[in-house]
T-cell receptor, first 114, second 114 residues
Framework: GNSVTQMEGPVTLSEEAFLTINCTYT??????LFWYVQYPGEGLQLLLK?????DKGSNKGFEATYRKETTSFHLEKGSVQVSDSAVYFC?????????????FGKGTLLTVNP | DTAVSQTPKYLVTQMGNDKSIKCEQN?????MYWYKQDSKKFLKIMFS???????INETVPNRFSPKSPDKAHLNLHINSLELGDSAVYFC?????????????FGPGTRLTVL
């Protein structure tokens, strides 16, 4: 079956530090890949996505590149802010078939200190 | 306007009671979902409906019964509540069941069973 493995947290950084959260996946075929973010007390929001190999998703200074050869979709940001403190989820969905469902990683808690 | 809304936001109840959570989306989407997030933030899909038809039912106890009166609404009724049902329940919607469609999440309902 499909699965997503992301680095365990929590991750604690100082403001303006570089962020990487690793994500690798196992899936049949070529799934679509997503990063969702959950701010404290809120629901999940889409941060970025990529639907085919070598695509780069980007939003709010965050980037992730769909790497088919390493089955990875690592999240990066060059300079984090306190407001980036949240839980980050990597997820995939199969692109074929009608009963698609989103499979999530376990989430990585990021805390950014001023 | 809120895209995906849920009521109530908090629900505290005794073991053995029956309760319902309501979800509405105003995005015109065809597909709606229920997810359960446990205390470790792990997210798992429970149900998915497409055009009021159940398409995903993930080995959820039959005490949980979803109902979709129309495309914009998906409610979750839980009978004979147990301590292990305590969690945050998220509703979500997407344009269709196609892989790659972004899912939009509600703010969550925190259920506490005493």
């Amino acid at each position: 079956g499909n699965s997503v493995t992301q680095m365990e947290g929590p991750v604690t950084l100082s403001e303006e530090a570089f962020l990487t959260i690793n994500c690798t996946y196992t899936a049949t075929g070529y799934p679509s890949l997503f990063w969702y973010v959950q701010y404290p007390g809120e629901g999940l929001q889409l941060l970025l996505k990529a639907t085919k190999a070598d695509d780069k998703g980007s939003n709010k200074g965050f980037e992730a590149t769909y790497r088919k050869e390493t089955t990875s979709f690592h999240l990066e940001k060059g300079s984090v802010q306190v407001s980036d403190s949240a839980v980050y989820f990597c997820a995939l969905s199969p692109r074929l078939g009608s009963n698609y469902k989103l499979t999530f990683g376990k989430g990585t808690l990021l805390t950014v200190n001023p | 306007d809120t895209a995906v809304s849920q009521t109530p936001k908090y629900l505290v109840t005794q073991m053995g009671n029956d309760k319902s959570i309501k979800c509405e989306q105003n995005l015109g989407h065809d597909t709606m979902y229920w997810y359960k997030q446990d205390s470790k933030k792990f997210l798992k899909i429970m149900f998915s409906y497409n055009n009021k038809e159940l398409i995903i039912n993930e080995t959820v106890p039959n005490r949980f019964s979803p109902k979709s009166p129309d495309k914009a609404h998906l409610n979750l009724h839980i009978n004979s509540l147990e301590l292990g049902d305590s969690a945050v329940y998220f509703c979500a919607s997407s344009q269709s069941v196609a892989g790659g469609d972004t899912q939009y999440f509600g703010p969550g309902t925190r259920l506490t069973v005493l």
